[in-house]
């Protein structure tokens, strides 16, 4: 039997990406010629085979007569099918299980990935994270499809699995939606598309031993195995599979320790996502210290409040100006928005407005100690503070 995509040539236009690499590598996988560029080279590329050709930097030039794969950073200012609808074809193609929501889609998505290669079942994945226990973010294995659904411009609407899967719900892309309303509205209606529906939401929190913490990572495995119990995978036999799954790249992630102070990174971009990281970490038994990084400028005008009140259970902060992604400035707009919502909700907290992250991890730094942890929080460029927060504090 040939390959699903055999003889066909694809240049991806973003191909560095964490969701871009992945369609990559499965569609060199399933028997096409494959490859792309991006602005900067990436550690996803290191995933790709050999012959995966990427040219770096310069302007993105597709081969002539080859097929155009274009990330959504891309859409519309270069000609090519879109990631959305190349996702489309590639579940149509196989027993697909999609995970959608506002927050746990990473972490679901690898948990269902991770119980069916343990179990055997060969498993192809699209994970928009780097998940250690699988060996990266996508592998194109003969069995189910599993992979992430994005609602952020509606995309999951084409997407029509066998098991559709839906965490939870929140207003996290202003751009897009007007309301919490229209959000339902869209998830409700794929979810009665579905062959299969899951809406995690809607179920207890998992009561058996995680080796992930947090009540946010219990939806998630009551999702995953729900889901998977749809895909004909009983759950006594995924509980305990389950249970050894040690996380996502930049979930609550340990970065490191110094002078007795615990490094963890998460990406929580969302005032529930913060509180939800804070929670779970406050069980360490020491302080938390969170240095924020916001994600978007949408997002920072629309939830500053919000976010305000989710770090205040933090015991110190420190917030950085706002990384910007796809999005142009907006005239008053920075990350003062969300300290001056923190000082409201929490007089008196030590808070540092650091623009610059290397300053927020100064302020930090000089604070910690012994028995601490250091919570680097966000969808940016957070992370990469870590290793001069790991040397100030040694």
């Not at 996803?44 to 274009?70: F, I, Q, S």
């Not at 110190?316 to 000082?343: C, F, H, M, N, Q």
């Not at 409201?344 to 610059?356: D, K, L, N, T, V």
């Amino acid at each position: 039997m040939p390959s699903p995509l055999e003889g066909r040539r694809i240049w991806f236009a973003g191909i560095g990406g964490a969701g871009m690499s992945g369609y990559a590598l499965l569609a060199h996988a399933w028997g096409a010629q494959v490859c792309g560029w991006d602005r900067v080279a990436t550690p996803y590329l290191a995933h790709l085979p050999e012959d995966v050709a990427v040219d770096v930097g310069g302007e993105p030039t597709p081969p002539h007569g080859w097929e155009v794969v274009v990330s959504t950073a891309f859409a519309g200012r270069i000609p090519g099918t879109t990631r959305a609808e190349f996702l489309a074809e590639l579940v149509d193609r196989r027993d697909a299980i999609v995970v959608a929501g506002a927050h746990g889609k990473s972490t679901t998505t690898a948990m269902i990935a991770f119980v069916l290669r343990e179990l055997g079942r060969d498993p192809a994945f699209l994970i928009g994270a780097d998940v250690p226990q699988l060996g990266g973010n996508a592998a194109a294995g003969s069995g189910w499809l599993v992979v992430e659904g994005d609602e952020s411009d509606r995309t999951i609407e084409a997407l029509r699995p066998k098991v559709a899967v839906v965490t939870n719900v929140d207003l996290d892309h202003h751009t897009t939606f007007a309301s919490r309303a229209e959000v339902e509205e869209l998830f409700d209606a794929w979810l009665a598309r579905a062959t299969n529906a899951v809406r995690g939401d809607a179920l207890p929190p998992y009561d058996g031993e995680l080796a992930v913490p947090g009540l946010h990572n219990r939806r998630n495995a009551t999702a995953a195995l729900a889901a998977l119990e749809a895909a004909g995978v009983a759950r006594a036999d995924a509980a305990p599979v389950l249970a050894a799954f040690r996380g996502v790249g930049r979930r609550l992630e340990q970065r490191g320790k110094a002078a007795g102070v615990q490094v963890v990174d998460d990406y929580g971009h969302h005032p529930a996502e913060a509180a939800a990281a804070l929670e779970a970490l406050r069980g360490s038994g020491g302080r938390v210290l969170v240095l924020f990084q916001p994600h978007l400028y949408s997002r920072t005008r629309y939830l500053a409040r919000e976010f305000g009140a989710a770090l205040a259970a933090a015991d110190v902060a420190a917030v950085t100006d706002i990384y910007p992604a796809r999005e142009e400035p907006i005239e008053g707009v920075t990350g003062k928005l969300i300290v001056d919502a923190l000082s409201e909700a929490r007089p008196g907290m030590p808070i540092g407005w650091m623009p610059a992250r290397d300053d927020a991890a100064r302020f930090l730094a000089t604070r910690a100690r012994d028995g601490d942890t250091v919570l680097t929080l966000g969808a940016g460029d957070v992370d990469g503070v870590i290793p001069l927060l790991l040397e100030l504090l040694g």
